[in-house]
């Protein structure tokens, strides 16, 4: 476990985050629980081959990139009529009791070392309150039918965050409340501005992105000089959904923070009776990505759906977990992730169906595809089911493979030049994931990004 980074951080560090937030007793102390914890707590878990770890967290150098009180960041936030879209100081002033009783209700703070770093120093968030009964409207997957006819309520809207971190480090947290009967989709975007606040330098700082790396160097590993490169960052996010009775959320999130940038992302909901949450996912910046999605299905009926896309090139690394527990009878879950790297990229997939003895009548389905077009790339998938109870319908696979020889030819000998071809490939690998997008603007903006990524 890495201790490098509260090392630096003392107990008057997280009174002056509090402080300057203006936050009560109890959120205070929850936040010195969580850093009095760091000592006792692991890393997130990730996946393990025969003598290999495949994302190493522990050698991170937060010492070096951890600066909680010159975080600085742009952030917009819109939202439809009848929802509540607030900056997290903004709603505990204003609902500090539901505030309190959902902070940490889905999300431990203590969970791992990480995500009680977070709670300890998080300084940034939104809190998105949608009252009983207020339907802002869900639309169904692009690839339904019902799509392209679908009508939404008068006061549909989506609530869109948009954050540009401009600091060394940034700590962000997200808490979605649903009431029984009500509806939201709620799009956040993560990259990273043209100004960094705090960002200490040195001569060596200045060398640039080749010269600090070695031809070897792998996203998974961090620098081993004791020394932080000019422009690494870290950027920690939070996000906690309580999806109320019959209740229906969909949440998409695009990253495409810098590549100089660490980035830890723990994404959970609770599910009540009837309740629906619909996870997106698309994951394309980043020097190294550690992305967990992941739902208890705690009401019967419930359903959750998980789609993710990620596209790697140089040597970015995806570390990527879906998970759900099905909790409650008659529950139903889709998990859906595609990836494609190129050059010297790294991923590691792990998907986790976990059915419950009192689940009966469950329905669970896993899918994973990683393309890869360069013979330097690497990648590993570990889909897993746990069933304990028999009344159970369920199926998962994983692939890994590179581009096919003989699609290529077929196109080439059809006029296509090689890279052309590839690009078209590629395009058509990423189709079944984005069909199963059901919001317009987040599925043209991940493609867009999709195809930014291709080359020329």
């Known amino acids: 476990m890495s201790t490098q980074v509260h090392a630096a951080l003392d107990e008057g ?7 300057s937030l203006d936050e009560p007793e109890w959120l205070l102390e929850t936040r010195l629980e969580a850093l009095e914890a760091l000592d006792g707590l692991d890393m997130p878990s990730v996946i393990r081959t025969p003598g290999r770890e495949w994302t190493n967290l522990h050698d991170l ?8 009180l010159n975080a600085a960041e742009d952030k917009d936030r819109v939202g439809p009529d009848g929802v509540e879209v607030l900056p997290f100081a903004e709603a505990v002033d204003q609902h500090e009791e539901l505030v ?3 902070f940490g209700s889905v999300v431990d703070p203590q969970d791992n070392y990480l995500t009680a770093l977070s709670t300890a120093l998080f300084n940034t968030g939104t809190v998105v309150y949608v009252p009983e009964g207020v339907d802002v409207g869900k639309t169904p997957p692009a690839s339904s039918p019902a799509h ?4 939404r309520p008068a006061n549909a809207g989506d609530v869109k965050v948009r954050t540009r971190m401009n600091s060394r480090s940034l700590f962000n947290y997200t808490l979605i409340v649903t009431e029984e009967s009500s509806s939201v989709t709620i799009l956040e975007r993560q990259s990273t501005g043209e100004d960094v606040e705090g960002e200490a330098r040195s001569a060596s700082d200045s060398a640039s992105s080749a010269e600090r790396r070695s031809a070897d160097s792998r996203a998974a590993e961090p620098r081993d000089d004791g020394e932080t490169a000019s422009g690494e960052r870290y950027y920690s996010g939070v996000v906690e959904v309580v999806a109320g009775e019959n209740s229906n959320v969909q949440y998409g999130s695009l990253q495409n923070l810098d590549e100089e940038t660490y980035n830890y992302t723990l994404k959970r909901g609770h599910a009540d ?4 949450i619909d996870w997106i ?4 910046g980043s020097r190294l990505t550690k992305s967990s999605v992941e739902t208890y299905l705690k009401g019967d009926s419930s359903e959750s759906r998980i789609v993710g896309a990620f596209f790697g090139h140089d040597d970015q690394h995806f570390d990527v977990n879906a998970r759900v527990w099905h909790e409650a009878e008659h529950t139903t879950a889709d998990l859906v992730t595609r990836g494609v790297l190129n050059d010297e990229a790294r991923s590691v997939y792990e998907g986790v169906q976990d059915v419950g003895s009192g689940a009966w009548d469950t329905s669970s389905y896993q899918r994973e595809n990683t393309l890869m077009l360069s013979d330097e790339s690497e990648a590993d998938a570990s889909p897993k089911l746990i069933i304990n109870n028999h009344d159970t319908e369920a199926s998962h696979s994983a692939t890994v493979g590179q581009v096919s020889e003989e699609d290529l030819f077929y196109m080439e000998t059809r006029g296509t030049d090689p890279q052309s071809a590839e690009n078209m490939l590629v395009e058509g690998f990423f189709v079944p994931v984005l069909d199963e997008v059901a919001v317009d603007e987040l599925h043209d ?4 990004l999709i195809s930014a990524r291709l080359r020329e």
């Open 13 to 19: 560090t997280v009174r002056e985050i509090s402080e």
């Open 61 to 68: 150098d937060f010492e070096g990139f951890v600066d909680p």
């Open 100 to 102: 309190r009783e959902h």
């Open 148 to 151: 392209q006819n679908a009508e």
């Open 273 to 276: 009776t009837y309740a629906t």
């Open 281 to 284: 996912e698309g994951n394309i």
């Open 445 to 448: 903006d991940l493609q867009d």
